[in-house]
């Protein structure tokens, strides 16, 4: 369901040749197209916030909850098996810290959903419970709020230049013991418009390029975002006001 980046290039070139309103080139091309698709899919998360608090419709094809649910999916990654520190001589007698380093592990991780922990002495999975870590004695310290492994919890920090989180009580590292489960959005790929030269001129390389990964639907709105960075870049204030205004209508279309 990738959208071509061919496609939408060639697409911002005929926009942006005619009436002599500018080149853009692969390299311009590739850093509009990373910042128009993080746009694109920043707004997702807004739109169905909106979204979400007006009656819908019986039609699953044009209920907007239901088709920025789809597109969101898209990105959806299931029950990814975390790795967990190990720590062979922790004097407590716990086998590990529970710390999962995201930032190493998930790298394209763009927000965090469902944490769950599978323990060797409980018959089921379970969800952990997000706490903040000014929270985190006051929990540990209270006889109702201390987290077991029939209720664990999670903590999220910032180390060295990486991004963890902390499970509660610790699970083992060994994967045959204890495991730990995360659901998250991923970010999407940075789009690329691969080439070569030939006779001074760039030419497509599908083996070198990366498509854009939203729904086939935001192709619209991919070139028309595109043209107004493009706009500024070459200094054509017009094909700016242009792009704007196409975008405008399509959004209006969308959510009238």
Known sequence: MAISVDTVYQKVLVFANKEQRGYITPQEFNLFAD???????????YDKNQFGRVPGNNYAYSDMVTNLEEKIQLFERYDRE???????????????????NLTTQFPNLYRLGVVRVDYETEPHYRVAE??????????????LGDWTKTRPVYTRYSGANHK?????????SDKTIDRVLITYIQK???????????NDKPLYNSNTSTDFELHPAEESELVYK???????????PQLTQVAAGLEQVKVQQEKQ
């Open 226 to 236: 595109i043209l107004a960075f493009s706009g500024i870049a070459i200094e054509k």
């Open 35 to 45: 910042q128009a698709q993080m746009e694109i899919f920043e707004q997702y998360f």
């Open 130 to 143: 997000e706490i903040q870590l000014n929270e985190l004695t006051k929990y540990g310290t209270s006889p």
């Open 82 to 100: 975390a790795d967990v520190t190990y720590v062979s001589n922790n004097p407590s007698g716990h086998d590990s810290w529970g710390d999962v």
């Open 164 to 172: 963890n989180l902390k499970v509660y009580p610790y699970p083992s």
């Open 188 to 198: 999407p790929s940075k789009p690329n418009w691969g080439y070569v030269v030939v």
